[in-house]
């Protein structure tokens, strides 16, 4: 929230949740080392990383290679990769 002059104002950046498959995954560096860093994803035919919202569990015993995760991301750059990704969950079709 940004307060000015008495008047609240408020940023609302649209979201939207999709499906991705994992091809693989990177190392971690620094904290991270010994886990997960990113899950590489496919997204219609794009490959892109994904980090933010990965917890530690995730991180330690990551989804496999050929299974959907969900995450959120507000809108795509102009080669169709996802901008502000963050991992929502592991996708099962139980």
């Known amino acids: 929230i940004c307060l000015?002059?008495?008047?609240?104002?408020?940023?609302?950046?649209p979201q939207t949740d999709a499906e991705g498959i994992v091809l693989g995954h990177t190392p971690g560096k620094g904290e991270q080392r010994g886990r997960v860093g990113a899950l590489v994803?496919?997204?219609?035919?794009?490959?892109?990383?994904l980090a933010a919202?990965?917890?530690?569990?995730?991180?330690?015993?990551?989804?496999?290679?050929?299974?959907r995760v969900t995450f959120r991301y507000s809108?795509?750059?102009?080669?169709?990769?996802?901008?502000?990704?963050?991992?929502?969950?592991v996708r099962n079709y139980e």
């Open 53 to 67: 919202g990965l917890t530690n569990a995730i991180r330690s015993n990551p989804p496999k290679f050929g299974e």
């Open 4 to 13: 000015r002059s008495g008047v609240d104002s408020w940023k609302l950046k």
């Open 75 to 89: 809108g795509v750059t102009k080669n169709g990769i996802p901008k502000c990704a963050v991992f929502k969950c």
């Open 41 to 49: 994803l496919d997204f219609g035919g794009k490959t892109f990383k």
